[in-house]
């Protein structure tokens, strides 16, 4: 397999603040990462594809402007939630394509937002 | 977009029993990839799957490409309390760059 690690793992914050989560592709390098959110005892929804050296692309109803993606090297894609609000709290999850269509996940990032 | 339904959405069932999910697709995937998620963590690729008709086991875990490249089943035999959680199939297609994935099925085995 393929190791995929998330930083933090969870994060408390108050309402307001920004909070940036780190996704990394410890033994291979991906040029493409995708980030995605879960609600409890819900399906995995992605938010957005993220691509090395250009812009994220965005599914329909996220919005860029609030979740802002950066792919900035091969092994590293951030996700900032800015001015988070309690309706934000979520379980975020980014995973990286393996060459051969293999998507590994990292552990995910809980967000609790006060 | 590609949808994919995944069956059951739960299952119950007693250790020692043998377990099928199974995912269709109204569009053809050229890669059929099973995960299997515990509460609070990522999910886990089980096995992955790269030819119409490949049948490929993973110790008590089998799954196979449906010939039709629609669908995908996941078979665990012999359950055991440990294989508790949500199970996610994903269909992949290289020129689409993501995969689309199931709603889930979660597995609870009583001892």
């Known amino acids: 397999g393929a190791v995929v690690s998330q930083h933090p793992s969870w994060v408390i914050c108050k309402s307001g603040t920004s909070v940036k989560i780190e996704c990394r592709s410890l033994?291979?390098?991906?040029?493409?990462m995708f980030w995605y959110r879960q609600f409890p005892k819900q399906s995995l929804m992605l938010m957005a594809t993220?691509?090395?050296?250009?812009?994220?692309?965005?599914e329909q109803g996220v919005e860029k402007d609030k979740f802002l993606i950066n792919h900035a090297s091969l092994t590293l894609s951030t996700l900032t939630v800015t001015s988070a609000h309690p309706e934000d709290s979520s379980f975020y999850i980014c995973?990286?394509?393996?060459?051969?269509?293999?998507?590994?996940f990292g552990p995910g990032t809980r967000l609790t937002v006060l | 977009g590609q949808q994919l339904n995944q069956s059951p959405q739960s299952m119950f069932i007693q250790e020692g029993e043998d377990v099928s999910m199974n995912c269709t697709s109204s569009s053809i995937f050229n890669t059929w990839l099973w995960y299997k998620q515990d509460p609070g963590e990522g999910p886990v690729l089980l096995i992955a799957?790269?030819?119409?008709?490949e049948l490929t086991s993973n110790g008590r875990l089998t799954a196979q490409f449906g010939i039709t490249r629609k669908d995908s089943f996941l078979n665990i035999s012999a359950s055991i309390p440990s294989d508790v959680g949500i199970y996610f199939c994903?269909?992949?297609?290289?020129?689409?760059?993501?995969?689309?994935f199931g709603d889930g099925t979660t597995l609870t085995v009583k001892p």
């Open positions: 995973s990286a394509n393996k060459p051969g269509n293999e998507q590994f």
């Open positions: 994903a269909g992949h297609n290289t020129n689409a760059g993501k995969s689309t």
């Open positions: 993220s691509n090395e050296g250009s812009k994220a692309t965005y």
């Open positions: 799957l790269y030819k119409a008709g």
């Open positions: 033994d291979f390098q991906a040029t493409t």
